[in-house]
């Protein structure tokens, strides 16, 4: 049973920082593509960053580019994401994912392409 459990979420002022993670449980987390999602009030999921099996490709949403750093470390099975300077509009609830199946090529940017969710983490932004 694969299960991924995300922390570090919080309220912060705009322009602070925070680091989410998300550790993953039930398979062998070196195979598998993750990635970051978030959801605010009233908005479908929208991608935020993906990270290859060991970390040699990533991408961004151009939201938040140079903003954001995702990070893996495969000896902890646990995904990261570095958030800095934090805006109001970056207030979402974040998610971490994976798909079902090993990825060879390419990168996964729809929240269609990923079978497993964490719960959540709330991130508020005040201004």
């Known amino acids: 049973q694969v299960q991924l459990v995300e922390s570090g979420g919080g309220l912060v002022q705009a322009g602070g920082s925070l680091r989410l993670s998300c550790v993953v449980s039930g398979r062998t987390f070196s195979n598998y593509v993750m990635a970051w999602f978030r959801q605010a009030p009233g908005k479908e999921r929208e991608f935020v960053a993906t990270i290859s099996t060991w970390g040699g490709g990533i991408r961004y949403a151009d939201s938040v580019k140079g903003r954001f750093t995702i990070s893996r470390d495969n000896t902890k099975n646990t995904v990261f994401l570095q958030m800095n300077s934090l805006q109001p509009e970056d207030t979402a609830v974040y998610y971490c994912?994976?798909?079902?199946?090993?990825?060879?090529?390419?990168?996964?940017?729809?929240?269609?392409?990923?079978?497993?969710w964490g719960q959540g983490t709330q991130v508020t932004v005040s201004s």
């Open positions: 994912a994976t798909p079902e199946a090993a990825q060879t090529i390419g990168f996964r940017f729809r929240s269609d392409q990923y079978n497993y």
